[in-house]
């Protein structure tokens, strides 16, 4: 199978080098990715930009796939879904939920035209309280900006037939019912995830970055979707 992985904001193709190998292991071909503008000067791309380059490499590959997007990834990921439903096995979200038509990943501070990584401190300690120190101060020089269109930018999705397309959730620290009972509040959200015909929650039992704090564990589970 081939498995396109779709990092989040700020994250490029070399984030799921810890994750890569035991897929690859596994014999799956798979294609991390690098979405435009990342790292770069202002620019015009914009969320669109980013689901095109999702289904780009979707068409070159020309069989089914699955798509793995982390974080505001899973925004891009689904939105490819949405482009090419016929050609998506499954999708994986990792700590993330499908998002709603029209609306966007979230507000950040922009300067100069990008997005830069706010730093660790940022978030909240529940996203980042499994970075020990050591992972903390590796990877927060790694993080890169994205434009500052990217996060804001709401999704467009327009294809009934993405809720046909099987759905596995790694979630860091929900199962289920406590997914369910988040998205209570969240109407747009609960409705897109409750038409979604095969859908099933994992919790993962890490932060927002299991990628980092736990590689193995998160390339166990996405193998375990990719075979269902």
Same mark, same amino acid.
């Given at each position: 199978m081939d498995i396109i992985l779709v990092?989040?904001?700020?994250?490029?193709a070399p984030s799921w080098e810890a994750v890569t190998p035991?897929?690859?292991?596994?014999?799956?071909?798979?294609?991390?990715?690098?979405l435009p503008g990342v790292g770069a000067p202002a620019s015009d791309i914009g969320i669109s930009e980013w689901v095109a380059a999702v289904v780009e490499r979707i068409d070159a590959i020309d069989r089914p796939v699955v798509l793995v997007g982390h974080s505001g990834g899973g925004n891009v990921a689904w939105g490819a879904v949405d482009a090419r439903p016929?050609?998506?096995?499954?999708v994986v979200f990792v700590d993330t939920v499908p998002p709603a038509s029209g609306f966007g990943i979230g507000?950040?501070?922009?300067?100069?035209?990008v997005v830069p990584f706010p730093g660790w401190e940022f978030f909240d300690e529940?996203?980042?309280?499994?970075?020990? #120190? %050591?992972?903390?101060?590796?990877? +927060?020089?790694?993080?890169?900006?994205v434009p500052a269109r990217v996060p804001t930018d709401p999704i467009t999705l327009s294809d009934p037939r993405r809720f046909s397309v099987p759905v596995t959730m790694?979630?860091?620290?929900a199962d289920r019912a406590a997914l369910e009972s988040q998205? #209570? %509040?969240?109407?747009?959200?609960? +409705?897109e995830f409750q038409a979604i015909e095969d859908v099933e929650v994992?919790?993962?039992?890490?932060?927002?970055?299991?990628?980092?704090?736990?590689?193995?564990?998160?390339?166990?589970?996405i193998l375990a979707a990719v075979e269902r």
């Open positions: 990092p989040g904001l700020w994250l490029d035991s897929l690859e292991a596994a014999g799956h071909r798979v294609h991390p990715l690098t016929d050609h998506v096995a499954r507000e950040f501070e922009a300067v100069d035209g529940t996203d980042v309280r499994d970075l020990d #120190a %050591g992972t903390r101060a590796r990877t +927060a020089p790694l993080a890169k900006s790694l979630m860091g620290g998205l #209570a %509040g969240w109407e747009p959200f609960r +409705a994992i919790k993962l039992g890490s932060g927002h970055w299991p990628q980092f704090s736990m590689p193995d564990r998160l390339a166990e589970q």
